[in-house]
T-cell receptor, first 112, second 111 residues
């Protein structure tokens, strides 16, 4: 089992460009999450999907959209990237929304 | 409103000694507490957890203590090893809700 995989590992964008971060899990988990990690801020939830077909905003959703493509895949889209979105992005999954989460290796995004 | 706080951004300990990482929370509805460990360039991994019905949970060198009256959680690592050097995140949840994470503490264990 690969667990939670994320692509790409690194990305550099110019302000205003768009991109989609991909995430997939092979653990048959129902719930999936997107976090960003910034120095001194810990892990902040951007969006989550409690189950296939549902998505909800987390703590810092502005500037992002998500798609729960199927049970395995949950993508994060930046429509018009801003320097404030420079961060490390982690995808995670869990059996149900209140359980222990399993994290992917992260995507390091820089917006110039 | 930061519901989970780790007030020490960093901690440095000698190999073989005890490491104590602390976490405070504000919401008395939190009923499950977890510690995650994160190495550079990797995602966080689950380390140990404790339910609010307990005050201590032990797993090898790692012990988590919960003081509900003080709304305080701590992780003890004994003995500390250089491989324990990582960022440790405290996280909590109220029943049926999502996890909330603290800011993290960078632990450095010196040989």
């Amino acid at each position: 089992n690969a667990g939670v995989t994320q692509t790409p590992k690194f990305q550099v964008l110019k302000t205003g460009q768009s991109m989609t971060l991909q995430c997939a899990q092979d653990m048959n988990h129902n719930s999936m999450y997107w976090y960003r990690q910034d120095p001194g801020m810990g892990l902040r939830l951007i969006y989550y999907s409690a189950s296939e077909g549902t998505t909800d905003k987390g703590e810092v959703p502005n500037g992002y959209n998500v798609s729960r493509l199927n049970k395995r895949e949950f993508s994060l889209r930046l429509e018009s990237a801003a320097p404030s979105q420079t961060s490390v992005y982690f995808c995670a999954s869990s059996v149900i929304s209140a359980n222990e989460q399993f994290f992917g290796p992260g995507t390091r995004l820089t917006v110039l | 409103d930061q519901q989970v706080k780790q007030n020490s951004p960093s901690l440095s300990v000698q190999e073989g000694r005890i490491s104590i990482l602390n976490c405070d929370y504000t919401n008395s509805m939190f009923d499950y507490f977890l510690w995650y460990k994160k190495y550079p360039a990797e995602g966080p991994t689950f380390l140990i957890s404790i339910s609010s019905i307990k005050d201590k949970n032990e797993d090898g060198r790692f012990t988590v203590f919960l003081n509900k009256s003080a709304k305080h959680l701590s992780l003890h690592i004994v003995p500390s090893q250089p491989g324990d050097s990582a960022v440790y995140f405290c996280s909590t949840r109220a029943s049926g809700s999502r996890l909330t994470f603290g800011e993290g503490t960078q632990l450095t264990v010196n040989p």
